[in-house]
Structures are given as structure tokens and as C-alpha cells.
């Protein structure tokens, strides 16, 4: 499996996507800079910053980035075959392939969202530690829907895209039932379960809905992904 | 992993008994296409070509073989297990597949030694360096692939699909774009490999490429099993037919006459362009045309074959297995 995650890992980091991974980041981290020059690091610009550029916009990018990244270029170029003509279990690669884009999500997500809160507030009110285990659950579930999203469809990022910036940003805000089906919302209740600033209005989604649905569609993405991959069909392209 | 061993033959070791690809009744449709109908067909060691027009159904039939389509109907299998949704076949298949297919950000070796661990072969750079060797690529394996001609790149498939020595290796058009140098060489390696006793099945729409390297040709028109023999036997088929001739002269009508007096002429006509005759006796006609114009005194310009495209060879075929 070594093999396998290490070639995901090169297809991801080797191709021009892997600057967009780099520029979300540093860009969270220097508004954070930024604000903290202003002379506005307290904790409600840093929930701002965390909820709004952090989890609502950074996350979602990098999830769709990451997820498909790992197996979408494959699939459209027909590499995939070189992995899937092996004794290989097919849902070990899915698994695989989610570890990879979960690992990434980790590294380019939670860790500079810690960094980022950190830098506006320290440690205070638990938003630093908060934003990034939420960036973390979050990235989860983001990676596998958008790694299956790779598989089943050839416009994963299209409607990723859509997802995340229709879905999840427009209809979610003037719809509040919406919310319960938005990744990023889960992502906010898990981060308000470490806060104990008075900034944080209660998320609409409840922490155990939350964990629960993060769960599922992670698990169920990832499983998905494996039997579709299972059934892989090249095409007749005669 | 069993085998039946035949009557008087000690069953060899598992890892190269030979295998046997079956297809029974296989059909495969696309919607209202029907892109294979009904084939029924035993790969046996050796080497097969799988020849064909484009279009004929040939990938869509590899594909099924190499556990990368499910078939609509009837049933592929690898010595009697299905090879649809069954990952371990791969251990004793190789497949080169017609698309790139490779990571042009590896090096040929990288690419080659992965295929190897993904095989989880005990000594995997040690088999990655043999079948670098067997495609005569160990030059240039510290090279990314992305830098490799058509034909390097090809010959880097077939070292990735055959670093675990399987006993079967499937090829999908696998000399399309080689200079002529590599694919001598690559032609060579398939012969060789057959001789070895690996039952290898190449496809291709060239019937001059099969002719030279497979023992048993397999012969698919509009996605239907049309032929199935040696390379005598389907070259035979294929002269043996009525070919139509296009024919310029001093003197058509005069020509036209003198060749429908004999029985290697079928039917002759007059048009446009000029005298249109079919040869019943494809060697004895082009006998008795010179011959027959230069007793009547008329000067022959031009003879040109009419249907001589692959196409109309191909549905010729098919017409006469219909039968």
C-alpha cells in the first residue's frame, strides 16, 4: 500500500495544484499577520477570519484539491489501470487514497488553522485548538465525498465546486435546514465544542448530528469509492 | 491455483502451467449497440492475434479478458474462475493497455519497480531490473517517462506488465507507433515469450503484423467472431474471394468480351471509369489478363484493385462465415 499512497502523494504534490494547496494557507496565515499588525487580534476577528476564510472557503477548496486529486487524473488519463491490474483489493486503494487526501487536509487545513488562530489569540478560549480539530473532522468527510466524487463522475471538481460554494455558502445561509447537509456547518460545531469565548454564536447543527454525520459520510464515501472502483470499466474507445 | 495436468505430461509447476482464456457466448452492448455478439473463443499458449478492423469490437473484447469490462452476456473466465471482479487473476496476467497509461513524473525504473512492489514480488527490484532488461530499456530507465518516445514508452508497459512473470499477457495494439527498429524488437519478445509456453493475445488491425508473430489468428468483424485459424489459413480466406478489379485500356468493350469468356471473371461491366470486372479466380485472372489483352491487341494502362481496404476484406470474411 506503500506504493500506492506514495504515487498519490506525487500526483498531488508533483502537479501545479499543489501551489493552490500552499497559497490558501499562507494566504489565512497572512491575514492573520495582517490583522495582528492592525492592531485586531482579539477573538472576534479571529472567529471571523477562522469561520469565514478558514473553515467556510480554505477547507472546502482544499478538500475538493486534495480528494479528487488523489484519483481524478488517474482515472481521466487511464494511469488508474496500472494499480487496479493488480492483486490488489480495489477498497484498500479507495482507503488508501483517502488516507493520502485526508494526511494532506492535515497539513495544509488543521495544522495552519491552528497556526493562524494562534497567532491572533494564543491559546485563548480554546478557538486556536478548536478551529483545528473542527479543520480536521471537516477535512475528513471533504475528503472522502470528494474522492468519490472523483471516481463516480468525470466533473467531480464542477460539482464539488457547486457543492461548496452553492450548496454550502449561499443555500446554507438563507436556508438554515441546508445547514444540516454542509460539511463546513458540522466543521463549525465541532470547533464550538472547545470554545469558551462568548463571540461563538451556537452553531445550528448539534455536535452529536455532527459527529454522526461526519462519520457516515466519510465511511460511507470511502466505502462507496471502493466498490465503484471494483467495478472500474474501461471504455470500448474504438 | 490447479491445473489438469494432460495425459502423459507431468504437470508442470503452478506458476507456468499454461492458461487457458475461455469465452463462452460472450456478448457486450452499449445501449442499443451491440459492440461483441456472441463470440465463443479458447486462448490457449502461444501467441494469438486478435485481428480486426477498427471499430470491430476489438478492445471491448481484451477488456473483458483483462477484468476491465463486464460482459452483458455469457461468460469470461481464467482457467474456469471469472475474471470480472476478481482482483487475483492479476497475479498470473499482465496487461498492456492501448492508452499511455504511465506516470510521466516517474522514471522508467520507478515505474517498473512499482509495478513489481504492487505485485509484492519477494525481490522486487531485482524483477524490476529483469524486465528492464528483457525490453532493452535499463539505458534509459533513470529517466522520466515524460521524456521517452512513443516506442520507449510502449516497451516500459510491457516491462511493467510482465515484472511478475505471468502466465498470461494480454496487449492491446501494441506495435501502433513504433519506429519500425522497436517494433521488430518488440515482435521478437512476443514470439519468444509464446515459444516459452505464455499464452499472450496481442490485437491489432494489421494483418501483415499478426501474420508475423502469432501462431493463431482470431478474426473479429463488426464484433463478431468471423475466422479463427493459422496465418495460412486465414491468408488463404482472404485471397480466396472475388476481388474487383478497376481497369483502363485502349478498349474496354473489347477486353470486357474477351474476359467474361472465361471462368476466372464473374461479372464484368462497362462504367465512367472505365471496365470494372471480378475475379472469381483471383491467380488466374491476373493470368489471363495480360494475357487476353495482348492476344486482342489492346494496350492495358491501368489495373487498380477496387475493394483491396482491410474493410471489405474483413466483411467478405464474415459474409462467408455467415453462411
Excluded at chain 1, 27 to 45: C, K
Excluded at chain 1, 84 to 104: D, E, H, N, Q, Y
Excluded at chain 1, 155 to 183: C, D, K, M, Q, T
Excluded at chain 2, 249 to 256: I, K, P, T, V
Aim: a positive charge; glycine letters at 8%.
Amino acid at each position: 500500500m506503500s506504493t500506492v499512497a506514495g504515487i498519490s502523494y506525487r500526483m498531488v504534490i508533483g502537479r501545479r495544484r499543489i501551489w493552490l494547496m500552499v497559497l490558501l494557507p499562507a494566504g489565512l496565515i497572512a491575514l492573520a499577520v495582517l490583522l495582528r499588525m492592525l492592531g485586531s487580534a482579539d477573538e472576534r476577528s479571529a472567529l471571523m477570519l477562522m469561520q469565514i476564510f478558514g473553515v467556510g472557503t480554505m477547507l472546502p477548496l482544499l478538500g475538493l484539491i486534495a480528494g479528487t486529486g488523489v484519483i481524478a487524473p488517474e482515472i481521466d488519463d487511464g494511469t488508474i489501470v496500472h494499480l487496479l491490474s493488480k492483486p490488489i483489493s480495489r477498497p484498500a486503494i479507495a482507503i488508501t487514497k483517502f488516507g493520502v487526501a485526508a494526511s494532506l487536509l492535515a497539513l495544509f487545513g488543521a495544522l495552519p488553522a491552528f497556526a493562524a488562530a494562534y497567532l491572533l489569540v494564543g491559546m485563548e478560549a480554546g478557538i486556536a485548538f478548536g478551529f483545528a480539530v473542527g479543520a480536521f473532522a471537516g477535512g475528513l468527510a471533504y475528503a472522502a465525498l470528494f474522492l468519490l466524487l472523483g471516481v463516480i463522475t468525470k466533473h467531480a471538481v464542477a460539482i464539488g465546486i457547486a457543492y461548496a460554494l452553492i450548496w454550502e455558502s449561499v443555500v446554507g445561509v438563507f436556508v438554515p435546514g441546508a445547514r444540516n447537509f454542509s460539511i463546513q456547518q458540522w466543521a463549525q460545531s465541532v470547533a464550538f465544542q472547545f470554545n469558551t469565548s462568548g463571540f461563538f454564536t451556537k452553531p445550528s447543527v448539534g455536535i452529536g448530528f455532527a459527529l454522526i454525520a461526519i462519520a457516515v459520510v466519510t465511511v460511507g464515501a470511502v466505502l462507496w469509492a471502493g466498490q465503484r472502483l471494483r467495478s472500474f470499466t474501461l471504455a470500448g474507445e474504438e | 491455483m490447479t491445473t489438469t495436468a494432460t495425459e502423459g505430461v507431468t504437470a508442470p509447476p503452478a506458476t507456468t502451467a499454461p492458461a487457458r482464456i475461455e469465452l463462452r457466448q460472450v456478448s457486450r452492448w452499449y445501449g442499443n449497440v451491440v459492440a461483441v455478439n456472441d463470440v465463443t473463443m479458447t486462448i490457449g499458449p502461444g501467441v494469438t492475434g486478435l485481428l480486426g478492423p477498427n471499430g470491430a469490437g476489438k478492445s471491448t473484447l481484451l477488456h473483458m479478458m483483462a477484468g476491465f469490462l463486464a460482459p452483458s452476456n455469457g461468460s469470461v473466465t481464467l482457467d474456469d474462475r471469472p475474471i470480472w471482479r476478481n482482483h487475483d487473476v492479476y497475479r498470473s496476467i499482465g496487461l498492456v493497455p492501448e492508452r499511455e497509461a504511465v506516470y510521466g513524473f516517474l522514471t522508467g525504473w520507478q515505474f517498473v519497480l512499482s509495478s513489481a512492489k504492487l505485485h509484492r514480488l519477494p525481490d522486487a527490484a531485482e524483477a524490476a531490473r529483469r524486465a528492464l532488461t528483457t525490453v532493452e530499456m535499463l539505458d534509459a530507465a533513470e529517466r522520466r517517462i515524460e521524456t521517452y518516445s512513443k516506442g520507449m514508452r510502449q516497451r516500459v508497459k510491457v516491462a511493467a506488465a510482465m515484472v511478475h512473470d505471468p502466465r498470461v499477457l494480454l496487449l492491446d495494439e501494441p506495435f501502433n507507433g513504433m519506429d519500425p527498429r522497436q517494433r521488430l524488437h518488440l515482435m521478437d519478445l512476443v514470439r519468444q515469450m509464446g515459444a516459452a509456453g505464455k499464452t499472450i493475445l496481442f490485437s491489432s488491425h494489421i494483418l501483415e503484423e499478426v501474420e508475423r508473430v502469432a501462431q493463431q489468428i482470431e478474426v473479429l468483424v463488426a464484433g463478431r467472431h468471423a475466422a479463427s485459424g493459422d496465418f495460412r489459413e486465414i491468408r488463404r480466406r482472404m485471397t480466396d474471394r472475388p476481388h474487383l478489379f478497376t481497369i483502363r485500356s485502349s478498349d474496354d468493350r473489347a477486353l470486357a468480351a474477351a474476359l467474361i469468356a472465361d471462368p476466372s471473371s464473374g461479372a464484368v461491366s462497362l462504367t465512367e471509369n472505365g471496365l470494372q470486372a471480378q475475379a472469381v479466380d483471383f491467380a488466374r485472372f491476373t493470368r489471363l489478363l495480360p494475357r487476353v489483352a495482348k492476344s486482342a491487341g489492346i494496350h492495358v494502362w491501368q489495373v487498380a484493385p477496387a475493394d483491396e481496404d482491410l474493410e471489405s476484406v474483413f466483411s467478405y470474411l464474415i459474409t462467408r462465415s455467415a453462411t
